[in-house]
């Protein structure tokens, strides 16, 4: 009996003695020796479970980022439609306005800015209506006055600023940019459904567009903004897109499509103000010519 136990016991010395011969790192359990399998142990390095390390704060912060790059970029196409809305309607009014009078003491001011606000404009008189209380020396008076008390042929000035302005404006398209005629909702369409029309939405045409639809609005004609404003936000997601190496890598993540529907939907948000509007124009016109995505919908939202 005592040979038999000193055979098992020389056995299991070899056994040990080989495995701490093997590769592997050695561990320490519970305060006695062992070693950690190796990949060929196991059968393989597949079956061989890879635990991926913790992520870092720089890792997890550019993963943030790049989520909030679609985002950042709809909400920066919203901001310049927005803009060139405003500028828009600011320069239409001052135009428009221009015809039947003019603002003293305040430049560059339609009557409805002169006066105040619409509810201080007399219409009887055409003129702003006085203040309540006196006006102290020293103050600065700001007064509409129309073309009437100055001239005697004020119809003239009407019909001069008229024809000034469109004929401006039609000069400006043929000769600079035949692009910006229209409405652009087709070209618009057509840039969806996957069609070369780049140089229709170039920054010429979008300057010519913006210059040109405040001149045309100003000199009275039965021309509206919601439409073109479609095209201008067209116009800033392409322009966006080809400038792309002042926004680095976060313009190639959103395909083409997808920034000209959150561009269409910006410009019929700033035309109507209403940002649901924009989002229903992008699934039912945009939509009827090319499948949109669940991003670019809840893209345009922004």
Known sequence: ARHTHANDAHELLVVMEQMFRRPGPLLVNHGRPCRALSADELGGASNVEQIAPPKSCREWLRGCLDAAAPWALAALLGLLTASTALFIAI????????????????????????????????????????????????????????????????FLVYLGVSIALSASSAILVHDYAPAAKGSGIPDAKAAVSGFSVAPR??????????????????????????????????????????????????VTKLPLDDLVCVGAAAGVSAAFGAPVGGVLFAVEELGSVHSLSQRALLLAFA
């Open 201 to 250: 939405f170039s920054e010429m045409t979008l300057l010519v567009k913006a210059v040109g639809l405040s001149l045309v609005v100003g000199g009275g004609l039965a021309l509206g903004k919601e439409g073109p404003l479609i095209q201008i936000g067209v116009c800033w997601a392409f322009m966006v897109r080809n400038h792309s190496e002042w926004l680095g890598k976060v």
């Open 91 to 154: 320069n239409s009014d001052f135009l428009s306005d221009l015809r039947f009078g003019t603002c003293h003491g305040l430049a560059l001011s339609d009557r409805n800015r002169c006066c105040g606000g619409a509810d201080n404009i007399d219409h009887t008189t055409e003129r702003c209506r006085r203040p309540a209380l006196p006006v102290e020396d020293g103050f600065k008076v700001v007064e509409w006055i129309p073309w009437e008390d100055v001239l005697s042929v004020p």
